[in-house]
């Protein structure tokens, strides 16, 4: 497209050479057409702009996630685990009263730790360039998002909550929200030590070898998290 371009400017030189537009009209029809486009553009554009300091571009990203407050998860885990005898024992040997509110370092794999950057990942440096990470989740950035648990999934060496997320973030114009990398939609909420977050991600294929438990909730709890870059 661009060669056929350049031949026909080239064809028609003589012709717009001769054209009786000057310099200021010409500036002065730019100027037109670039206010009205701007203008058109609206709240849509002012929340764009807004938005481009949430995640500067000299800034790499690590993954993108939607953050939940710890807090948060600890009472949907206090309430899972009440109407749940087996989970009660499965916590209880992991001190989770008494380690509910310690700030353990998530990536140190020398202990056991309950995560406290709870969080589901919805894409990874290492899967995506930032230039894709950028153009596909630049729009929900900073914005909340109600999400269900639906579920407890774990073994001995890793427990995880079943989430799922809506296909768009409801407003005055629904936003859409991409889907996350992983296929097990989740978030990571214990660790034994050596065992890296990540490899929730095999909890599922494990149920189905019967290496693993899944229990169902009656019923979803509702939970809100928020869309954020991590460099």
Same mark, same amino acid.
């Given at each position: 497209?661009?060669?056929?371009?350049?031949?026909?400017?080239?064809?028609?030189?003589?012709?717009?050479?001769?054209?009786?537009?000057?310099?200021?009209?010409?500036?002065?029809?730019?100027?037109?057409?670039?206010?009205?486009?701007?203008?058109?553009?609206?709240?849509?554009?002012?929340?764009?702009?807004?938005?481009?300091?949430?995640?500067?571009?000299?800034?790499?990203?690590?993954?993108?996630?939607?953050?939940?407050?710890?807090?948060?998860?600890?009472?949907?885990?206090?309430?899972?685990? !009440?109407?749940?005898?087996?989970?009660?024992?499965? %916590?209880?040997?992991?001190?989770?009263?008494?380690?509910?509110?310690?700030? %353990?370092?998530?990536?140190?794999?020398?202990?056991?730790? %309950?995560?406290?950057?709870?969080?589901?990942?919805?894409?990874?440096?290492?899967?995506?360039?930032?230039?894709?990470?950028?153009?596909?989740?630049?729009?929900?950035?900073?914005?909340?998002?109600?999400?269900?648990?639906?579920?407890?999934?774990?073994?001995?060496?890793?427990?995880?909550?079943?989430?799922?997320?809506?296909?768009?973030?409801?407003?005055?114009?629904?936003?859409?929200?991409?889907?996350?990398?992983?296929?097990?939609?989740?978030?990571?909420?214990?660790?034994?030590?050596?065992?890296?977050?990540?490899?929730?991600?095999?909890?599922? !294929? !494990?149920?189905?070898?019967?290496?693993?438990?899944?229990?169902?909730?009656?019923?979803?709890?509702?939970?809100?998290?928020?869309?954020?870059?991590?460099?």
């Amino acid at each position: 497209m661009e060669q056929e371009l350049r031949s026909t400017i080239a064809s028609h030189e003589t012709f717009l050479d001769n054209l009786p537009a000057n310099e200021e009209h010409s500036k002065k029809a730019f100027s037109e057409q670039l206010i009205s486009t701007i203008s058109s553009l609206g709240a849509t554009f002012q929340e764009r702009v807004e938005k481009s300091d949430v995640a500067p571009k000299n800034t790499n990203i690590s993954i993108v996630s939607l953050d939940f407050k710890r807090q948060e998860i600890n009472s949907i885990l206090e309430t899972i685990i !009440k109407c749940n005898p087996d989970l009660h024992d499965y %916590f209880e040997e992991r001190d989770f009263e008494s380690n509910r509110h310690v700030e %353990f370092n998530d990536d140190n794999k020398k202990i056991d730790r %309950f995560i406290q950057k709870t969080h589901c990942t919805f894409a990874h440096a290492q899967r995506m360039t930032q230039r894709q990470m950028r153009a596909t989740f630049d729009h929900v950035i900073g914005l909340s998002c109600e999400t269900s648990i639906n579920a407890i999934v774990y073994d001995e060496d890793i427990a995880a909550l079943d989430v799922s997320i809506p296909a768009f973030i409801e407003g005055e114009t629904n936003t859409w929200i991409p889907t996350s990398i992983n296929e097990f939609t989740h978030i990571t909420i214990w660790c034994k030590k050596g065992v890296k977050a990540f490899l929730a991600n095999n909890l599922p !294929k !494990k149920v189905s070898n019967f290496a693993a438990r899944r229990i169902e909730l009656e019923s979803p709890l509702r939970i809100n998290g928020t869309f954020s870059y991590w460099s």
